[in-house]
């Protein structure tokens, strides 16, 4: 079957570095996204990822490996606007989004 | 950036009631819109895709009949609950497509459904 695994929850300081982790098994493979979503909105954008390597956009960077159907969010500089979660999905052959649970990120002073 | 609309926002009815919900794709044409539904603390759930002039395709363990899609249009599709029950409450959320682009959804602002 499908699946993505990551962390229901972690916990940072302000400042600090985090790394979120993402695993999934999917039926094909056509990329792999991270979302960040406020409690009570929808899902905004943050990275998309089809080859292996690291991506870096800002205070956000993600790295996919595709060998090891592995993938992860790191969020440098941390603001207490980050406080959210973040949802891994992966993109399968047939165009659809498979979609972890989420991580809630608890970021303190 | 393409931008995608929910109304409404927030919507609250009694349980047996119909409620719909609509989505439009404001600056470009959707040919494949996705609906979604999230509980509280969990993640999105697929509830069905559906294409412009065809009928939607649902998700295993959706209701067919309970949830009607209707993609009347390249820029709007709607989602009505029928005879609403507390246990239909949920945070609801559509997403567009563009053909030839299918890495990308683009998500609309969603829609809280209270049905007490």
């Known amino acids: 079957g499908q699946n993505i695994d990551q962390p229901t929850e972690m916990t940072a300081t302000e400042g600090a570095i985090v790394q979120i982790n993402c695993t999934y098994q999917t039926s094909g493979f056509n990329g792999l996204f991270w979302y960040q979503q406020h409690a009570g909105e929808a899902p905004t954008f943050l990275s998309y990822?089809?080859l292996d390597g690291l991506e870096e956009k800002g205070r956000f960077s993600s790295f996919l490996s595709r060998s090891k159907g592995y993938s992860y969010l790191l969020l440098k500089e941390l603001q207490m606007k980050d406080s959210a979660s973040y949802l891994c999905a992966a993109l399968d052959s047939n165009y659809q989004l498979i979609w972890g649970a989420g991580t809630k990120l608890i970021i303190k002073p | 950036g393409a931008v995608v609309s929910q109304h409404p926002s927030w919507v609250i009815c009694k349980s047996g009631t119909s409620v719909k919900i609509e989505c439009r794709s404001l600056d470009f044409q959707a040919t494949t819109m996705f609906w979604y539904r999230q509980f509280p603390k969990q993640s999105l759930m697929l509830m069905a895709t559906?294409?412009?002039?065809?009928?939607?395709?649902?998700e295993q363990g959706v209701e067919k009949d309970k949830f009607l899609i209707n993609h009347a249009s390249l820029t709007l599709s709607t989602l009505t609950v029928t005879s609403a029950h507390p246990e239909d409450s949920s945070f609801y959320i559509c997403?567009?497509?563009?053909?030839?682009?299918?890495?990308?959804?683009?998500f609309g602002p969603g829609t809280r459904l209270l049905v007490l």
């Open positions: 559906s294409n412009e002039g065809s009928k939607a395709t649902y």
């Open positions: 997403s567009a497509g563009l053909a030839g682009d299918e890495r990308n959804q683009y």
């Open positions: 990822n089809v």
